[in-house]
């Protein structure tokens, strides 16, 4: 069964800091790998994505995240975190052979400390 | 703003009441997912829709139905409520069938007393 892990339910950091929020999925084929935001309220903007290719990707509002296949890992990245950025962030995996779903993680609550 | 848009934002009814949510997609995507998220299942894959025709199935209950009208616009409506039928129920569009990527709407609160 496909399953994606987020094993952060919550990450405080502050502002100004690093931040790396982790993802390990599980998967029986090749994946598509997303992340998403969603502030309080709010529905679910896309970040960025990875389907092939280059391994690091780009993401909006100064986000990154790098696909590691030997890890079944997409962590997410960020040099320098806004107060602007507290949100729930999800990781959302796909494929072609398990049909057009995604299957979401849990989500990690993210506090920005000032 | 995604271009996916959702009505109502909320919605509050009573068990064993029938409701139903609309959505539409953004210009040109011919893809509709619905997902329902709550506290205790998190964000779960309910039903899709391509060009008018169902797709793919997820955890939908029987209770629940869906449709994409010609214009592309899709219905998800849900009978029978039940308490546990309470949940943030989003609509997500994409271009194609594939697995590219879905922008989400809004969302619809649906609260069942």
């Known amino acids: 069964a496909q399953s994606v892990t987020q094993p952060d339910i919550h990450i405080t950091v502050s502002e100004g800091a690093s931040l790396e929020l982790r993802c390990n999925y599980s998967?029986?084929?090749?994946?598509?790998l997303f992340w998403y935001v969603q502030s309080p309220g709010q529905g679910l903007q896309l970040l960025l994505k990875y389907f092939s290719g280059d391994t690091l990707v780009q993401g909006i509002k100064g986000f990154e995240a790098e696909f590691k296949r030997s890890q079944s890992s997409f962590n997410l990245r960020k040099p320098s975190v806004h107060w602007s950025d507290a949100a729930e962030y999800f990781c959302a995996v796909g494929a072609r052979e398990y049909g057009n779903k995604l299957v979401f993680g849990a989500g990690t609550i993210l506090r920005v400390k000032s | 703003d995604s271009g996916v848009t959702q009505t109502p934002k909320h919605l509050i009814t009573a068990t064993g009441q029938r409701v139903t949510l609309r959505c539409s997609p953004r210009?040109?995507?011919?893809?509709v997912y619905w997902y329902q998220q709550s506290l205790d299942q998190g964000l779960q894959f309910l039903i899709q829709y391509y060009n008018g025709e169902e797709r793919a199935k997820g955890n939908i209950l029987e209770r629940f139905s869906a449709q994409q009208f010609p214009d592309l616009h899709s219905e998800l409506n849900l009978s029978s409520l039940e308490l546990g039928d309470s949940a943030l129920y989003f609509c997500?569009?994409?271009?194609?069938?594939?697995?590219?990527?879905?922008?989400f709407g809004p969302g619809t609160r649906l609260t069942v007393t």
């Open positions: 210009s040109g995507d011919l893809s």
């Open positions: 997500a569009s994409s271009v194609q069938g594939g697995s590219y990527e879905q922008y």
């Open positions: 998967y029986g084929a090749t994946p598509y």
